[in-house]
Antibody, heavy 120, light 108 residues
Framework: QVQLGQSGAEVKKPGASVKVSCKAS????????ISWVRQAPGQGLEWMGW????????EYAEKFQDRVTLTTDTATTTAYMELRSLTIDDTAVYFC?????????????WGQGTLVTVAS | EIVLTQSPGALSVSPGNRATLSCRAS???????LAWYQQKPGQAPRLLIY???NGATGIPDRFSGSGSGTDFTLTISRLEPEDFAVYYC?????????FGQGTKVEIK
C-alpha cells in the first residue's frame, strides 16, 4: 500500500533552515509527483509547491519562491522540502502528499505531517 | 493566482440533515479541476471529491460535488456523526494550486 512517512518534529530559531523528508513506499516513486502543503496552528491549508519525481520539474507558490527548495532522491524514494530564513510565522505542520493513480494533483495519499516550531 | 472563497465559514447542522458548502473562484477553473477535502483535528486531509463531481475511492455516496467555472458546491446529504469536520476546496487546474480557507461543519 502507498505510504508517505515524514521525518520528526523540529524546533528551529528564527533565521535558520529546516529540511523535512518524506519517505515514499508501496509504489513506483518516479511515476508520481509530491506536493507539499502546510498548516499553521488553527489555520487552513496552504499549498507550497510540487515536484515531479520523474524529472525534477518544480512548481512553487510565489510566497515561498525565494525560500523553499523541493528535491527528490530516487535511490531512497524520498522527497525533501527545505525552507530557509525561518520566521515565527513558519511555525506549522508540513505535509507531503501524492495524487491517486492516474492523477497528478488530486491529493489522495498524505504523510502524517511534520511539526516545525520556530522560536527564539 | 486563483483565490478560492468558501462560505459559510462555519455551519451548524443536526445529524441526519443536509449540509451545503460553497466554493467560489476568482477566475475560471480549468477543466473543473476542483477538489474537496475533509480534515479532522490532528489528522491529514482526506480527499473526497475531484474534478468537481467525482467521488474519490472509498468515499460514501452521501458526499457529492457539483458546479463548474467559478462556482462549486459540496453537499453532504445526511450528516453522520463522523462528518463533523473542516472542509476545504482546492483548485489544481493552474499553479499555484490554491486552497480555500475552509468551512467548519459543527453539530447543532
Amino acid at each position: 500500500q502507498v505510504q508517505l512517512g515524514q521525518s520528526g518534529a523540529e524546533v528551529k530559531k528564527p533565521g535558520a533552515s529546516v529540511k523535512v523528508s518524506c519517505k515514499a513506499s508501496g509504489y513506483t516513486f518516479s511515476a508520481y509527483g509530491i506536493s507539499w502543503v502546510r498548516q499553521a496552528p488553527g489555520q487552513g491549508l496552504e499549498w507550497m509547491g510540487w515536484i515531479s519525481a520523474h524529472n525534477g520539474k518544480t512548481e512553487y507558490a510565489e510566497k515561498f519562491q525565494d525560500r523553499v527548495t523541493l528535491t527528490t532522491d530516487t535511490a531512497t524514494t524520498t522527497a525533501y522540502m527545505e525552507l530557509r530564513s525561518l520566521t515565527i510565522d513558519d511555525t506549522a505542520v508540513y505535509f507531503c502528499a501524492r495524487a491517486f493513480p492516474g492523477g497528478e494533483h488530486e491529493l489522495k495519499y498524505w504523510g502524517q505531517g511534520t511539526l516545525v516550531t520556530v522560536a527564539s | 493566482e486563483i483565490v478560492l472563497t468558501q462560505s459559510p465559514g462555519a455551519l451548524s447542522v443536526s445529524p441526519g440533515n443536509r449540509a451545503t458548502l460553497s466554493c467560489r473562484a476568482s477566475h475560471n477553473i480549468t477543466d473543473n479541476f476542483l477538489a474537496w477535502y475533509q480534515q479532522k483535528p490532528g489528522q491529514a486531509p482526506r480527499l473526497l471529491i475531484y474534478e468537481a463531481s467525482n467521488g474519490a475511492t472509498g468515499i460514501p455516496d452521501r458526499f457529492s460535488g457539483s458546479g463548474s467555472g467559478t462556482d462549486f458546491t459540496l453537499t453532504i446529504s445526511r450528516l453522520e456523526p463522523e462528518d463533523f469536520a473542516v472542509y476545504y476546496c482546492q483548485q489544481y487546474g493552474r499553479s499555484p494550486r490554491t486552497f480555500g480557507q475552509g468551512t467548519k461543519v459543527e453539530i447543532k
